[in-house]
């Protein structure tokens, strides 16, 4: 296959899934922007839907707090789960008997 024929055949390969045809919204997005933003690359992230590195932070800040949370609630659950057991097999008194 020629350098040609490759060339012409990844081009057919963006159109036909849809790569020109976003590439061009968002550039045309830009273009039309009134006050162009400094950082032209953050602006087609964004409008193409990807995270900023803003967003990046916040979402590993809340992974975090989540990832905590539920090794709490696990803890918990364990807890619960075994005084449970106790009183299926009638072990153990109740506190303040």
């Known amino acids: ?14 159109e036909r899934s849809g790569v020109i045809d976003a590439l061009t919204k968002v550039l045309v997005a830009l273009y039309e922007e009134p006050e162009k933003p400094a950082n032209a690359l953050d602006f087609i992230k964004q409008y193409l839907g990807a995270p900023t590195s803003g967003d990046v932070e916040t979402m590993k800040a809340e992974k975090d707090e989540m990832l905590a949370k539920t090794k709490e609630l696990e803890k918990a659950l364990a807890e619960v789960q075994g005084e449970l057991d106790q009183l299926k097999n009638g072990g153990g008194a109740a506190d303040g008997e």
């Open 1 to 14: 296959m020629s350098g040609e024929s490759k060339k012409e055949e990844f081009r057919k390969y963006l």
